[in-house]
């Protein structure tokens, strides 16, 4: 029973376009969530981060949005960068828990 | 600074044989977290340690698996003995104190790959 959902295993963006990338959840307790990028051979990388008291976080390229009555949010990476290539994780967690993980969005920035 | 550090990158052993995956933390951070990725699965946390106590441990999938964390620089995670269902890339992550949820976030060595042959 997944928790976090990251629905397309993969994205592919023109160098300079907006890539958006979306993750649902099914635990209304989520309130922290946060985005991760991994390169291939590498761990996952933090990338940006949103509290469930916020709809908008902000940094540089990257966006991430936050619907709550949707149990939605997306990173939003404006413009793609070939470098901005590799697979996106969706986490999420309420509380005192532990990071719940999406299954991840490979993005392919093609120039 | 130096980030956390895995090791052994690559591992591929022979099924039954016993397999020991390391650790090594960001110095100065409380939390240490071992994650198992897999196709079917994703990443899924096994076990989670805070100033070197296991807190969590309701993730490891068997008694075959164990985790110990002797000191807040080094941790090891066992399989004994392995299977080749075991076969998948494991992270090591740690995170700097405010509680498991704060807004710290959790950063992740480079995995090890293991292989049960």
């Known amino acids: 029973d997944q928790q976090v959902k990251q629905n397309s295993p993969s994205l592919s963006v023109q160098e300079g376009r907006i890539s958006i990338l979306n993750c649902d959840y099914t635990?209304?307790?989520?309130?922290?969530f946060l985005w991760y990028k991994k390169y291939p051979a590498e761990g996952p990388t933090f990338l940006i981060s949103?509290?469930?008291?916020?709809d908008k976080n902000e940094d540089g390229r990257f966006t991430v949005f936050l619907n709550k009555s949707a149990k939605h949010l997306s990173l939003h990476i404006v413009p793609s960068q070939p470098g901005d290539s590799a697979v996106y994780f969706c986490?999420?967690?309420?509380?005192?828990?532990?990071?719940?993980f999406g299954k991840g969005t490979m993005l392919l920035v093609s120039p | 600074d130096a980030g956390v550090i895995q090791s052994p990158r690559h591992e591929v052993t022979e099924m039954g044989q016993e397999v020991t995956l390391r650790c090594k933390p960001i110095?100065?951070?409380?939390?240490l977290f071992w994650y198992r990725q897999t196709m079917m699965r994703g990443l899924e946390l096994l076990i989670y340690?805070?100033?070197?106590?296991?807190?969590?441990d309701s993730g490891m999938p068997e008694d075959r698996f164990s985790a110990k964390m002797p000191n807040a620089s080094f941790s090891t995670l066992k399989i004994q003995p392995s299977e080749p269902r075991d076969s998948a890339v494991y992270f090591c992550?740690?995170?700097?104190?405010?509680?498991?949820?704060?807004?710290?976030?959790?950063?992740f060595g480079d995995g090890t790959r293991l292989s049960i042959l």
């Open positions: 992550a740690s995170k700097k104190g405010g509680g498991v949820n704060s807004n710290q976030p959790q950063h």
């Open positions: 635990n209304s307790m989520f309130d922290y």
């Open positions: 949103i509290s469930s008291i916020k």
């Open positions: 986490a999420a967690s309420s509380g005192y828990s532990t990071l719940t």
């Open positions: 110095s100065g951070h409380d939390y």
């Open positions: 340690f805070n100033n070197n106590v296991p807190i969590d």
